[in-house]
């Protein structure tokens, strides 16, 4: 029997559990000459699968209503028709919410289960890897000794921030959302400072307090109120790196911010926008310097993995109020 999971509605505000259908198929899927079928392992949840429920224009287009929801997933060859691929492989690819599927073997990437856990190849050694590595190289060009941000720090790609950061010798601060994450951000991260934007009244002063040099570099996870805070803080030269805004993502009205502009003029400071995908050129050079840290232990990760393909949905809503630790997957 195949289980799929199918867009059933466009989301208003917060993604719900009816925006989501299941569908079972009594059916074995005829593998035909050049496919595979592929059996699924672990399943990639992330925020911007949300953007992707709606149909306002962005980078990707949106997921079609009543077709499969999709996202990185890893799984493995079941049968193969297809010359370069063979039964017991396991591959990473953009795959359909589906517990088994037939695939052409087109912009699947072969992963090696003995080289790492392969739920890191969706964390550490996939997307998040590349773009806490890329959107902090490329955009945030640090400089050993200045101090950086990042919001979403105990998140997937946040927590990845910074400790490259550290590795690239800045003073780390990270925003989180409970007090066991901004621990963690010190005991296992390596970050210098901790700040939990639930349970503090005044960021802009807890930033002053954690930053007395200022912000040189904000990696932005989150948007909204807590990006408003950093920019009070920011130096003279300073690089933010827009690589996402969770915190707005389930808006159903435009949010009020405050004006950017003055901040960004007075401080001469750059603000940019990043896609990792734009950044593909790069990714043999990221995932070098990606893996040569994590050999000599000067990087790790953690995840929350989920298990049962009956619970992708609620994982992915979880997202949005903070449950995961790290990279969140869930475990077929
Ligand atoms: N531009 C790109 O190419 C690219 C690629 C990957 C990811 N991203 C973006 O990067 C960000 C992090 O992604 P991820 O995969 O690493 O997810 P993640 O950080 O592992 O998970 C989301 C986290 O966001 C925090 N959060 C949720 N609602 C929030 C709110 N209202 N205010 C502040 N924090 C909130 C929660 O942590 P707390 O407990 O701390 O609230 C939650 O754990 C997302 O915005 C995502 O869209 C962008």
Same mark, same amino acid.
């Given at each position: 029997?195949?289980?799929?999971?199918?867009?059933?509605?466009?989301?208003?505000?917060?993604?719900?559990?009816?925006?989501?259908?299941?569908?079972?198929?009594?059916?074995?899927?005829?593998?035909?000459?050049?496919?595979?079928?592929?059996?699924?392992?672990?399943?990639?949840?992330?925020?911007?699968?949300?953007?992707?429920?709606?149909?306002?224009?962005?980078?990707?287009?949106?997921?079609?209503?009543?077709?499969?929801?999709?996202?990185?997933?890893?799984?493995?060859?079941?049968?193969?028709?297809?010359?370069?691929?063979?039964?017991?492989?396991?591959?990473?690819?953009?795959?359909?919410?589906?517990?088994?599927?037939?695939?052409?073997?087109?912009? +699947?990437?072969?992963?090696? *289960?003995?080289? /790492?856990?392969? &739920?890191?190849?969706?964390? @550490?050694?996939?997307?998040? %890897? !590349?773009?806490?590595?890329?959107?902090?190289?490329?955009?945030?060009?640090?400089?050993?000794?200045?101090? +950086?941000?990042?919001?979403? *720090?105990?998140? /997937?790609?946040? &927590?990845?921030?910074?400790? @490259?950061?550290?590795?690239? %010798? !800045?003073?780390?601060?990270?925003?989180?959302?409970?007090?066991?994450?901004?621990?963690?951000?010190?005991?296992?991260?390596?970050?210098?400072?901790?700040?939990?934007?639930?349970?503090?009244?005044?960021?802009?002063?807890?930033?002053?307090?954690?930053?007395?040099?200022?912000?040189?570099?904000?990696?932005?996870?989150?948007?909204?109120?807590?990006?408003?805070?950093?920019?009070?803080?920011?130096?003279?030269?300073?690089?933010?790196?827009?690589?996402?805004?969770?915190?707005?993502?389930?808006?159903?009205?435009?949010?009020?911010?405050?004006?950017?502009?003055?901040?960004?003029?007075?401080?001469?400071?750059?603000?940019?926008?990043?896609?990792?995908?734009?950044?593909?050129?790069?990714?043999?050079?990221?995932?070098?310097?990606?893996?040569?840290?994590?050999?000599?232990?000067?990087?790790?990760?953690?995840?929350?993995?989920?298990?049962?393909?009956?619970?992708?949905?609620?994982?992915?809503?979880?997202?949005?109020?903070?449950?995961?630790?790290?990279?969140?997957?869930?475990?077929?």
């Amino acid at each position: 029997m195949i289980q799929t999971i199918l867009l059933k509605n466009r989301p208003k505000g917060n993604p719900k559990s009816s925006d989501f259908e299941f569908v079972k198929d009594d059916k074995t899927p005829t593998v035909n000459e050049g496919e595979l079928l592929l059996e699924t392992i672990y399943v990639s949840v992330d925020p911007y699968l949300r953007g992707r429920m709606s149909d306002a224009k962005s980078y990707m287009p949106p997921f079609e209503l009543n077709k499969p929801m999709k996202s990185g997933i890893i799984a493995k060859v079941k049968s193969s028709k297809n010359d370069n691929f063979k039964e017991g492989d396991y591959v990473m690819g953009m795959l359909d919410w589906k517990t088994l599927q037939i695939s052409s073997g087109k912009e +699947l990437m072969k992963v090696d *289960a003995e080289k /790492a856990p392969l &739920s890191a190849y969706l964390g @550490i050694l996939g997307m998040t %890897g !590349l773009t806490a590595y890329l959107g902090l190289t490329q955009i945030g060009k640090p400089q050993k000794g200045e101090t +950086l941000i990042v919001s979403g *720090a105990a998140g /997937a790609v946040g &927590s990845v921030v910074g400790q @490259i950061a550290k590795n690239l %010798g !800045l003073r780390v601060i990270g925003v989180a959302g409970t007090d066991e994450k901004v621990e963690l951000l010190k005991s296992k991260f390596g970050f210098d400072e901790g700040i939990n934007y639930n349970t503090t009244t005044d960021m802009k002063a807890a930033i002053a307090k954690a930053a007395p040099n200022g912000i040189d570099i904000y990696f932005d996870n989150v948007g909204g109120p807590i990006s408003d805070a950093v920019l009070f803080n920011i130096n003279k030269f300073s690089r933010t790196i827009n690589c996402g805004a969770i915190s707005v993502y389930n808006e159903t009205e435009l949010p009020k911010s405050i004006s950017v502009q003055p901040f960004l003029v007075k401080n001469s400071a750059l603000m940019q926008g990043f896609i990792v995908s734009n950044y593909s050129e790069k990714f043999p050079e990221a995932m070098k310097q990606l893996g040569e840290w994590l050999a000599a232990e000067k990087l790790t990760y953690t995840e929350t993995v989920v298990e049962g393909f009956e619970n992708i949905p609620q994982a992915f809503m979880d997202l949005f109020e903070g449950k995961n630790t790290g990279k969140m997957v869930v475990k077929i």
